[in-house]
């Protein structure tokens, strides 16, 4: 029998061909040809693992960040299209508190980002008397601190859609009120890029 075509091995993998082929194939199979088998190999590995692709689903927060990072291109804060998401380094809802203090309740909670040289410095607390909650953050730059990141634009994006605007003030801070704290992102235009940075609900 002759060598059989890379299609006919993908149907043999797929178990997808008539009975009397495919038992002709695997009897060429058992003949131990050794370009066959690799081929045949080569098909079930990928059968096995596009089979366990299915049912891979991959967690809800890297989906938001994701589908985020692809509606930073349409809100145009950066000239650049590149898009980076922003790695999250500390978080306090994490961190131990002062012991002494382990009873009482954090109404505020510290992020600190970092995307190359700059540091997205947040503070999250709830609106007194209200469900909506304050962001107030700050961007610099870690190679020279003091070096404050001023006049850059930044939104405020709820499910891939920008819902605020602002810039940075000499300081490099900024602050924004949202009522849903769920799916929500901030942008930040620098000039090479755009800085994703995802908002834990």
């Not at 909670?109 to 040289?117: C, M, N």
């Not at 503070?123 to 909650?133: F, L, N, Q, T």
């Not at 404050?148 to 300081?171: W, Y």
């Amino acid at each position: 029998m002759a060598h059989c075509s890379a299609q006919e091995w993908v149907d043999f993998a797929r178990e997808t061909m008539n009975v009397e082929r495919a038992n002709a194939m695997q009897a060429h199979l058992d003949q131990a040809c050794e370009q066959c088998t690799k081929n045949a190999a080569a098909w079930r590995r990928i059968m096995q693992f596009a089979t366990q692709e299915m049912n891979y689903c991959p967690p809800e927060s890297c989906v938001r960040v994701v589908k985020a990072s692809f509606g930073m291109r349409k809100i145009g804060l950066s000239h650049n299209p590149k898009v980076e998401i922003a790695s999250l380094l500390t978080d306090s809802m994490y961190q131990p508190t002062p012991a002494g203090i382990r009873g009482s309740f954090a109404t505020a909670r510290q992020l600190l980002y970092k995307a190359g040289d700059v540091c997205i410095d947040l503070h999250i607390r709830p609106k007194p008397g209200s469900e909506a909650v304050v962001l107030v953050g700050q961007l610099l730059d870690s190679v020279k601190p003091p070096k404050a990141l001023s006049n850059i634009p930044i939104a405020l994006v709820h499910g891939g859609n920008p819902v605020e605007r602002t810039k940075t003030n000499d300081f490099g801070e900024f602050d924004f009120g949202f009522e849903k704290p769920e799916d929500i992102h901030l942008a930040v235009g620098l000039e090479n890029r755009t800085l994703v940075v995802p908002i834990p609900n």
